[in-house]
């Protein structure tokens, strides 16, 4: 899962961070609002963390901006101002969820898994399709029941899939959304990942349409 940073102090910054990408989440960092809102545009992240104590241009700027463009990426503001009256304006201005430093980074994680989860209309932590189960917290995939060992990038691979269930997704847009910024990717590594799940799960859940991509059915409602 790819995310936007957005945070001007370069001990915090880097230490959330570190911390985020242990948690399993692929993390690009920002240090002012310009280039926040210029990133965040791109539309390829599935959520940010927005200080709002930003350089060139203020958090509630940069969200207000984004909301005006319709770009729905969920937004967790992050902020040292704990006044109920910025919260409230923070949130009115579309923020999804509000974190006052300093910062748990356990938290942090599962409000940014739960904040995907409510974007994709999905009320459930685990993700489910077909025999196989996919639990974000705890990085584990169990299929009829049993654990089935994968690497971190097949793990991300089936997560984005599962995660836009329905959807078929490119080579390219899986590896915008699985590597951050300075990733070196081999031009067939999305290739190579999903033989080896196809080859671990031992289910037909990963499809590919040719000359398009790849996907995984959503289930019935």
Known sequence: MRILLAEDDALLGDG?????????FQVDWVRDGLAAERELASGMYAAAVLDLGLPLQDGLVVLRKLRQRRIATPVLVLTARDTVPERIQ???LGADDYVVKPVDLH????????LVRR?????QEHLCSGP???????????????????????FDVLHTLM?????????EQLQQQMYSWGQEVESNAIEVHI?????KLAVDLVQTVRG?????????A
């Open 119 to 123: 974007a994709h209309g999905q009320l």
């Open 212 to 220: 398009v991509g790849y996907t995984v059915q959503r289930d019935p």
């Open 163 to 171: 995660r836009q269930a329905g959807r078929v997704l490119s080579r």
């Open 132 to 154: 196989v189960q996919l639990d974000p917290a705890a990085r584990q995939v169990r299929v009829h029941g049993e654990n089935v060992a994968l690497s971190l990038r097949e």
């Open 107 to 114: 938290e942090l994680g599962a409000r940014l898994r739960s």
């Open 90 to 92: 923070g949130l009115d």
């Open 16 to 24: 959330l961070r570190a911390g985020l990408r242990q948690l399993g």
């Open 195 to 199: 033989h080896h799940l196809r080859r």
